[in-house]
């Protein structure tokens, strides 16, 4: 018999999940736990803020499919995990949220006396998929079943677990418990049958135009092959929505981007539609006037999960599938029914309407002299500097649109943007999990000032843990993003103008190597230097505040309907 305690039955649980990292902030109810982490191979990072511990569970996440562990001490700790949380939530990011509470029996309910007492199951429940507290030792592989079967059924997304000291340092004896292999208790995801499959495959060969939209379910599951498959086979076009950019190759030939009008054309035009891994959210403009007629267009969705069937757009035909087996699945049988590809015409017509319309709105970004530096040209250079293989994270507002249009096409699971809640301050702490997951890749955050602020202090935990991540603050001193609305209602400005700061400066005193440019023939070498530095590297990076705010007219549209719905 040997005696282990519930923190580390807990541990051989998370691990047998694949768990390798935790985030937090150390303290005496999770101490058994933590002291136990290095003998199970599992690294304990600890961060300045827990909402950036569950940002850096969420770049990991994103970009390796591994699920990581947050830490919240009992009251404030936990508290401040619950931005990240909401954060996860609506990006579908798994993470195992743990807090802890000091004592058994003054919980549940906490008299109003209890120091740091709060009903912490109420406040996370309404955020998480699964929320319980686990209060013996006896429980703790039962109870973690239940929540990493509740994180996996359906869109993923965080469960909370509350354990309060006591069963943390009970012991127990693990000959009595039998943990089971997640294969032992979950089942694989939902798979197409082979009907739905005939028929979406019917559907599509014999559409005359068909389209092909790629989400982040697509990235998420690893079906980037299998949807490029699919497209080349049919030779369609296939558009990226905005979550799912490193989806698909930006620089395929028959990719067109979400925001223009050669996707417009194409959506117009089409007869059948193949969505897989996206709920045609508002960020996708799902709209009637970006799209066909619904009675004349037929749209087949894949989603892991039910709830995002049809939701905005009608259905012909949904499959609750995981994107990977059910479009490997589909080209299997488009090829058994030897589906021939489309000609080809329409592809070359909707390419040309989208370069000419992006050369178009792009004109004032070309014809661009100064002074100072164009967000959109430095983004060109960082594409040059750190190249197509390396794994970019967006940040802000304005600075992120640009961004979007103007960093180079990346690998699968490789753009992380501050979709789909639009947190802002996620990106330095994605970037930091992201690093972490793939510590042989370039990892690169761009930020705008703004969004740069939250979590900025996170650079001393890159530091700390010797991680190279690589930050670019657009330092132009001010909310951009929030500045048009107030011009245009009330003339002026207010609250917009943020004062300028350093990044730099700061970032030498967190322990980084720092650079600052203000001019574009210097930027290249500044960028190069933070590629070449031996630890992380921030670049204080002053952009020209008018030029950050003149995003096009038409894509300002665009990204107003996001938020008000269809306008003109
Ligand atoms: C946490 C949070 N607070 C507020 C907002 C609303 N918001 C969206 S963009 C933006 C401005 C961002 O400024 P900055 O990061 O400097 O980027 P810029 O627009 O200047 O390029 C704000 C305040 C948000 N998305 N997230
Ligand atoms: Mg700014």
């Not at 950036?52 to 919240?72: D, S």
């Amino acid at each position: 018999m040997s005696e282990i305690t519930g923190a580390e039955l807990l541990l051989r649980c998370l691990v047998g999940e694949g768990v390798r990292f935790v985030f937090g902030i150390p303290c005496p109810e999770v101490d058994p736990l933590l002291a136990k982490l290095e003998q199970y191979g599992v690294r304990f990072v600890p961060v300045r803020h827990e909402a950036a511990a569950v940002h850096m569970a969420e770049g990991l996440y994103k970009t390796t499919g591994q699920v990581a562990v947050v830490l919240g001490n009992p009251g404030p700790g936990s508290a401040n995990l619950i931005p990240g949380v909401i954060t996860a939530r609506h990006e579908g990011v798994p993470v195992v949220v743990i807090t802890a509470q000091h004592r058994l029996g003054v919980v549940y309910p906490s008299p109003p006396s209890t120091f740091q007492g709060q009903d912490q199951l109420e406040i996370f429940k309404p955020l998480v998929k699964w929320s319980g507290p686990i209060l013996s030792w006896e429980r703790i592989p039962e109870v973690m079943r239940i929540a990493f079967r509740e994180m996996w059924t359906g869109r993923p997304g965080p469960i909370h677990i509350e354990i309060p000291a006591p069963v943390m340092y009970a012991t127990g004896d693990d000959a009595k418990v039998r943990l089971l292999a997640p294969d032992e208790y979950r089942a694989a995801g939902p798979r197409a049958s082979e009907a739905q499959l005939e028929e979406a495959a019917r559907m599509l060969a014999g559409a005359k135009r068909p389209v092909v939209i790629s989400g982040s379910g697509v990235d998420r599951a690893g079906a980037n092959e299998a949807i490029l498959a699919v497209v080349e086979l049919l030779n369609c076009p296939v558009v990226g929505t905005i979550a799912g950019r490193s989806s698909v190759p930006l620089d395929h030939p028959n990719f067109l981007y979400g925001y223009g009008a050669g996707a417009d054309l194409a959506r117009r035009e089409c007869d059948v539609i193949l969505v897989v891994g996206s709920r045609m959210g508002n960020l996708d403009i799902p709209y009637d006037k970006y799209w066909g007629d619904p009675a004349n267009q037929k749209l087949i969705q894949v989603d892991i999960d039910q709830r995002n069937m049809g939701v905005t757009r009608p259905l012909a035909l949904g499959i609750v599938s995981d994107a990977k087996s059910a479009l490997e699945g589909l080209l299997r049988v488009l090829k058994t029914e030897r589906a021939q590809p489309k000609g080809g015409e329409d592809m070359k017509r909707y390419r040309e309407v989208a370069h000419k319309w992006q050369e178009e709105r792009f004109a004032s970004v070309a014809a661009w002299r100064g002074p100072g530096i164009h967000p959109a040209l430095a983004l060109q250079t960082i594409g040059k500097v750190f190249g197509s293989d390396s794994i970019y994270v967006a940040d802000g507002g304005d600075t992120s649109l640009w961004a979007l249009w103007f960093l180079p096409s990346t690998k699968p699971r490789s753009y992380l943007n501050i979709l789909e809640l639009g947190m802002l301050g996620t990106g330095i702490p994605s970037a930091i999990g992201a690093k972490l997951g793939n510590p042989a890749r370039e990892v690169v955050c761009v930020s705008g000032d703004g969004a740069a602020g939250f979590n900025f202090m996170e650079m001393q935990s890159a530091a700390r843990e010797g991680l190279k991540v690589r930050t670019i603050v657009f330092a132009e001193g001010s909310w951009s993003m929030e500045e048009p609305n107030e011009r245009r209602l009330y003339g002026r400005t207010f609250g917009t103008e943020m004062g300028t700061v350093r990044w730099d400066r700061v970032a030498e005193g967190l322990g980084c190597q720092s650079f600052y440019v203000d001019r574009m023939e210097e930027l290249e070498a500044a960028l190069k230097g933070a590629k070449a530095s031996d630890g992380p590297a921030v670049v204080c990076l002053k952009t020209n505040r008018d030029a950050n705010l003149a995003i096009p007219g038409e894509l300002g549209l665009r990204f107003g309907e996001v938020y008000q719905g269809p306008m003109g």
